[in-house]
């Protein structure tokens, strides 16, 4: 995403779970995060995932498309869509091709309107995003694609175990990339309007893959939101960042030889300045005496300062100099704390949100046969529901902590407006939206 990083710390109210990666049970799954925004719709251009609305959904079996062929309203809007479409571009005979059988689809409209119905904590996320069978899965396809990995890392300088745990993520190891027919997703997403312009130019984006021959509309399929192939790609990345790695001359993220789609995911890593070799992030102890303030994504130093002021890793010792490093607390003080390092902004591109970035770190290092996480989690709290959310911002601005908008989305205000609500009742700064603060504001 070209604007920036995304600024805000965790407070983890909910986390989607992307239900086209869904499969038989005892499969692997692919987890996928709802992202929070940067700076909206322009910072989704840039990223491989959409940007769905920043709230949460359960994790379900992929439905049958139900779609309604009596949407005269849509027929229409295709008809004017043509139009806009050749002023683009793109010519009538791809339109045509690509449009053959497009139907409004009400399994797109409803997942995308029921995304805020259901939250996930971060540790019952990273359970499943870091599961023992995951961690198998990956290294498995370590060893199968060692070649191509390796060949890959080279070329890149990308972290060959960071590209194979996005890749478990985003669709189990290629087990689970949508059926989806991406152009009638991205058709009625336009259509509906709530996101139109955003969905209108992804399905431009589409047309013009289409066109020029990377695959045709039948094998153009994924998720209900538009991310494509191995590692889940939107049109608009796919033609900025997707790689011909074969040397077929086409870019193919869909077939089953993944090597054009790891290739592009480390391209694009690459692009936004991937560091060979840096941790995203390291487990640390705080100290008693921390203050945690200095819990906040604004507040870099060098990790010899850190050590200065008692951080240390989960074995007491200081840790190496990686470069300038935050202290991230996903789940409060109660929780795990890491010092976090310019790669976690890296990986952020790919998906905003924060306990995607851990997801994919953790799950590296664990394929690299690091160690489980192993500070404990609050697994006795849960996660705020949609409603709370904006019930918490509500209370917190009436009693003069302004979140300066209810809107359920807990990014850098709401976090600043709860740490300062902390202080005035003398409870620990951390800036964690919990369940407690809001009972406490009631």
């Not at 209900?224 to 040397?247: E, K």
Request: charged letters at 25%; glycine letters at 10%; aromatic letters at 8%.
């Amino acid at each position: 995403m070209f604007p920036t990083k995304a600024m805000a710390a965790l407070i983890l109210a909910g986390l989607a779970l992307d239900a086209a990666s869904a499969g038989a049970a005892g499969l692997d799954r692919s987890l996928r995060p709802n992202p929070r925004p940067l700076t909206d719709h322009l910072a989704a251009l840039t990223s491989p995932r959409p940007q769905p609305r920043p709230v949460a959904a359960t994790e379900v079996p992929l439905m049958q498309v139900q779609v309604s062929t009596a949407n005269r309203g849509f027929q229409r809007w295709i008809e004017g869509f043509r139009s806009r479409a050749a002023a683009r571009g793109i010519s009538g005979a791809t339109f045509d091709a690509a449009f053959a059988g497009a139907r409004y689809n009400t399994d797109v409209i409803e997942r995308d309107r029921n995304q805020s119905e259901f939250t996930k904590t971060i540790w019952d996320y990273l359970d499943s995003a870091a599961s023992e069978t995951r961690i198998q899965n990956g290294r498995a396809a370590l060893r199968e694609h060692a070649r191509l990995l390796d060949r890959i890392e080279a070329r890149y300088g990308v972290d060959k175990e960071v590209v194979v745990a996005i890749w478990g993520l985003e669709s189990a190891y290629g087990a689970y990339r949508g059926s989806t027919p991406i152009i009638e997703a991205l058709a009625t997403l336009a259509y509906d309007g709530r996101r139109g312009a955003f969905f209108e130019q992804q399905l431009i984006a589409a047309l013009k893959i289409i066109q020029a021959g990377d695959t045709d509309a039948r094998h153009m399929t994924g998720s209900w939101a538009g991310a494509m192939g191995h590692t889940q790609f939107i049109p608009t990345s796919y033609l900025a960042y997707a790689v011909d790695f074969t040397g077929d001359g086409k870019r193919d993220i869909w077939s089953d030889d993944p090597a054009d789609a790891l290739a592009s995911t480390a391209a694009y890593l690459a692009r936004f300045g991937w560091t060979k070799g840096q941790p995203w992030g390291v487990e640390v102890k705080l100290p008693r005496d921390f203050d945690h303030r200095l819990a906040d994504r604004g507040v870099m130093k060098r990790p010899a300062d850190w050590a200065a002021l008692g951080v240390r890793d989960m074995d007491g010792r200081a840790v190496p100099n990686h470069g300038r490093a935050s202290i991230l607390l996903p789940a409060g003080a109660r929780g795990a704390a890491f010092m976090i390092f310019d790669n976690f902004a890296v990986i952020e591109r790919y998906n905003t949100a924060d306990a995607y970035v851990i997801g994919v770190g953790h799950l590296s290092d664990r394929i690299k046969g690091g160690p489980a996480i192993r500070a404990q989690w609050p697994r006795d709290d849960r996660a705020l529901k949609f409603a709370e959310r904006k019930e918490l911002q509500e209370r917190l601005t009436r009693a003069g902590f302004d979140t300066r908008g209810i809107d359920g989305k807990i990014g850098p205000n709401t976090i600043l407006a709860v740490r300062a609500f902390q202080r005035s009742v003398g409870m620990i700064p951390d800036g964690y939206a919990s369940l407690e603060i809001l009972k406490r504001l009631r």
